[in-house]
């Protein structure tokens, strides 16, 4: 049958004490160190992620950055192109006036310096059948008939000259 005497009682609960401190001590305690260990290990790789997050976060805010300004200075180079473009095509048109009208003016000066020419022959020749008519009027004797018949020669002349 079963003894149950209050010294084996107590003996008992002495070694159960006593095998509870021990794996308190031996057991529990290195446990606990691990589980916070890990526990730290784990904080700190969230720390690290939360830091490599907001890395990431200032990248992608500087790289969006990045592309807007090279958005503006893309906009700005062709701008500037544009500018270039449009005064080189001003400088062309206005090189392009000036020769046209340095054109125009030799031309109207040439011309005018052939009308000039043209005249002056015109009047030498007008004045050479001047005198030329002159000197046979005085080189014969004057009468109605015969002054007649040279005016007529003398306009028929000047027809055949001219034509």
Do not use: C
């Not at 160190?33 to 500087?62: F, G, N, P, Y």
Request: aromatic share 6%; hydrophobic share 45%.
């Amino acid at each position: 049958m079963l003894n149950i005497s209050f010294w084996n009682i107590a003996f008992t609960i002495i070694n159960v004490l006593v095998l509870l401190l021990f794996m308190r001590h031996f057991l529990m305690k290195p446990v606990m160190e691990i589980l916070e260990q890990r526990k730290q290990m784990v904080e700190k790789d969230l720390d690290a992620a939360s830091t490599a997050k907001s890395q990431a976060e200032a990248l992608k805010t500087q790289y969006a950055a990045s592309l807007e300004n090279a958005g503006e200075e893309a906009d700005r180079i062709v701008a500037e192109a544009r500018e270039k473009a449009q005064d080189e095509y001003d400088r062309i048109v206005k090189k392009a006036d000036e020769d046209a009208a340095k054109t125009m003016d030799a031309a109207r000066k040439t011309m005018d310096a052939e009308r000039e020419k043209a005249l002056n022959d015109l009047r030498a020749s007008v004045t050479g059948l001047a005198m030329t008519a002159a000197a046979k009027l005085l080189a014969e004797q004057s009468s109605a008939d015969h002054d007649k018949k040279r005016y007529d020669a003398f306009i028929a002349g000047a027809g055949e000259n001219h034509d």
